[in-house]
């Protein structure tokens, strides 16, 4: 494990045409027109919805089944090939991007829910199934799949990215939500990385290592996940605070409290004017928290009377509840119109989004650290965030013409970074690292990055597993 | 990663007796008398409390930080001399085992509670920490570290064998409750595996790697862990069942209805027995559920009424309550006794504890068919179980001079363990794998295990880090 061995990815290069022409003639017939060099379907398959430079995959293919994966991956491993492994394509920091070129495994055709279990709460599915597609089937079942990124992401995707969501604070993360996955690994070999069994202490825990490798180990076939069973009552609240510092304090003292709150997202006075402004409405245009408790009839009301009191202490005001399902969709209208509303700020512009996490005591100087910078630099930046994770995000418009804006972007976003590592944080809570973030793991990590490159490296030793990406 | 390629532990053997020499001559003016080959000394550390062979090592150290740790990994490297880490002794698979020889690295002198954050609800501890003393630290706070396997181990102990307990079906196991760690790699490097941010997707999972793998990827020399807070009210009970069935049934309703339960147990009719003979209670001696309850006044007896109703549906009878705290311990001291009660009924003896983990679904049959299995062995085997995650337990006695009754337990617990895997299971929910589960690793994980074999051989090339264990 030298860390002076050569970064797999280093020695990718651009496949050449001979070994493109002789894997699609490997492939083509087993896959028919399943595998395609078409400028329109690799154009397609060469970005994601992030800011990022897009770059095509040489050809895309569309295997149906784990051994059609195992047969490409193969193909690909014979030939030096870079493999990208591709969900839906709505990843935010390039993780899809065909940076060396190479054939794009697009799973979307392997979107069968293969198995629901109503008596163990979880279900087997392939990597292309979404959470939205995977929730209108669960419907009849009263269960429902927790983890919510923003876009209506794949599952193999979310996996892949370590994705997270809204209601992370009650139900976890993606990596809280699945018992185990199948994976072909570089080299073409199926793996099952566990059992559905609740717990384990039986080896390495394969599953988490494959969670959050954005492909860079291998590519997910299939995945058991858990379920959570539809609450009995849900209600939502939004309370405005006359400073972050309020808001926040009262998101800490909830989770001291124990109040099992479901969701606890934050918008800042600029985010509230942005979908004020956006969808007609007349919040007070202050930081504003969004909330939700899940429960028993009982307990909701609990819950919420429990809470309402804490912001109260703490300087909470302008406050709208919401019990019936349209008006609660009506008042969480906002904090799902956030993004949008943010863009329609400057419209026709690229969008970044920053996704810095941190210890909750950290947060509220965190917050007010940033929007000082952002006052600074002249960003228009509203601030959104999953803040009983400690997570939150600015989305900065950017033009990707103007060098100068590009630059400032950039360095506004590496101040952030680093405010975030200084305060015990992370660069990214749930975007990932794709192609946008590998400049800053080296400061994250440490000699851990190292390692991790001495895994990649054992894993994946001809480097063809979505280099660039990660390590 | 070639699946033939050499097995680091086969690679490795005893060290020499000048090997020996050398190393400690070069850490003995560096840890003085806290380096040691005393015959006693090596013998207490050359066991666990499994029913395993022991093994002593040649030596054993007592390193007091990090960086000694790193400069006594970094001499055995040097010199080809086996590493065992030990907490304090209680793990039950032979984890501590040094069956190749080498030095044991006691870290039970690195024992500070260095931080707690009550804003974060987290703690920064050594390894050397054990759960008592953490939770009696914490006594003023209003906060709990949740994990409780049974015995009082060591926090890195119970990171590196992916401890659980009895409250895993509401707080989590180990894996869910530390946030990040620093680990000494096997060339010495010291590396911290992520940081205190509650969730990010900023490359692989080292955290979730180096949990589980039980000493033999690097030494865990802090950790990062959640803290949860001590519940408003806590009620607990116990209610009987006609059969094994019934008490399962009860337990898969209460998951689906959403109860949120702190503890769901069972003790079968045997376990039962055993601790009114040694207790001397007077529990009806049917499979019986421990049920505990965390959450506000209002919503514990709102959970309570909500279980017992689904219990009496389900055939319970025999409901025992308690709130105030005597009545609870009272009443939860049936469980506590059930190992030493089912060692009581064979005095002497050495103890083996299975631990298969089943999808719940799965539970009912496979105990079923594993009492009947116990009914044809002529085994006397109590069963308890943390039934809430699949995880049950079998106490045997067994003669350690008797050929013919290891060879008949060791066959039943094969068969336990087909019986597991076949329905979808694992090997150990909580015990680990150390030397005693090895031989399952192939059945369970296939070609997983290669995998397992290939990240061992890249992060520990020399094999010098608890050989035998594991991979």
């Given amino acids: 494990m030298s860390s002076a061995a050569a970064h797999p990815a280093e020695r990718s290069s651009r496949p050449t045409a001979g070994a493109l022409r002789a894997l699609i003639a490997e492939l083509e017939p087993i896959l028919g027109d399943r595998i395609t060099t078409g400028a329109g379907i690799r154009e397609q398959h060469g970005h994601d919805e992030s800011w990022h430079h897009p770059a095509a995959p040489d050809a895309v293919c569309f295997p149906h089944s784990t051994d059609e994966v195992s047969t490409v991956v193969r193909a690909c491993a014979t030939h030096r090939v870079p493999v990208i492994p591709y969900g839906v394509g709505t990843s935010i920091e390039g993780q899809v991007i065909a940076e060396h070129g190479g054939l794009s495994v697009d799973l979307s055709a392997m979107n069968a829910i293969l198995e629901v279990r109503p008596e163990d709460m979880d279900a087997t599915v392939q990597p292309g199934v979404t959470r939205t597609q995977l929730n209108t089937h669960l419907r009849a079942t009263g269960l429902f799949f927790s983890v919510d990124p923003g876009a209506d992401a794949s599952m193999g995707g979310m996996a892949s990215t370590r ?24 080299d073409g070999r199926i793996v099952k990385t566990g059992t559905r069994a609740r717990k384990s202490a039986a080896g390495y825990d394969l599953t988490h290592l494959m969670i959050g490798a954005e492909g860079t180990l291998g590519i997910i076939t299939e995945l058991n996940v858990k379920l959570h069973g539809l609450p009995e009552a849900i209600s939502s609240a939004t309370v405005a605070f006359e400073d972050v510092a309020g808001a926040v304090n009262a998101v800490i003292a909830s989770i001291q409290y124990g109040i099992p709150m479901a969701r606890i997202e934050l918008m800042d006075a600029l985010a509230m004017r942005a979908v004020n402004r956006f969808s007609g409405f007349d919040y007070a245009e202050k930081p504003t928290l969004f909330l939700e408790f899940h429960g028993t009839h009982a307990s909701v009301k609990e819950q919420a009377e429990t809470m309402l009191e804490l912001c109260q ?24 119109d956030a993004a949008y509303a943010a863009k329609a700020l400057r419209p026709g512009m690229e969008f970044l989004a920053t996704d810095i996490c941190v210890p909750i005591s950290q947060l509220a100087e965190c917050i007010e650290a940033t929007q000082a910078d952002v006052a600074e630099s002249s960003l228009i930046a509203p601030l959104l965030g999953h803040v009983g994770d400690g997570n939150f995000h600015l989305v900065v418009a950017v033009d990707r013409n103007s060098k100068q804006e590009l630059e400032t972007l950039a360095a506004f976003n590496r101040r952030l970074i680093e405010r975030a590592l200084a305060a015990g944080g992370t660069c990214t809570g749930e975007h990932g690292i794709g192609t946008g973030k590998r400049v800053y793991m080296k400061a994250e990590h440490g000699e851990g990055w190292a390692v991790m490159r001495a895994i990649k490296q054992a894993l994946d030793p001809l480097g063809i597993m979505n280099p660039g990406k990660l390590v």
Same sequence: chains 1, 2.
Avoid at 314 to 336: I, K, M, P, V, Y
């Fill in 313 to 336: 202490e703490l300087g909470g005001s302008d406050f709208a509840w919401a019990t019936r399902e349209e008006e609660r969709q009506a008042l969480w209208q906002a904090r799902h």
């Fill in 163 to 186: 994705a997270s969501g809204t209601n992370t604070v009650r139900y976890g993360t993606i990596r809280d939500n699945v018992l185990s996955m199948t994976v072909v690994m570089p």
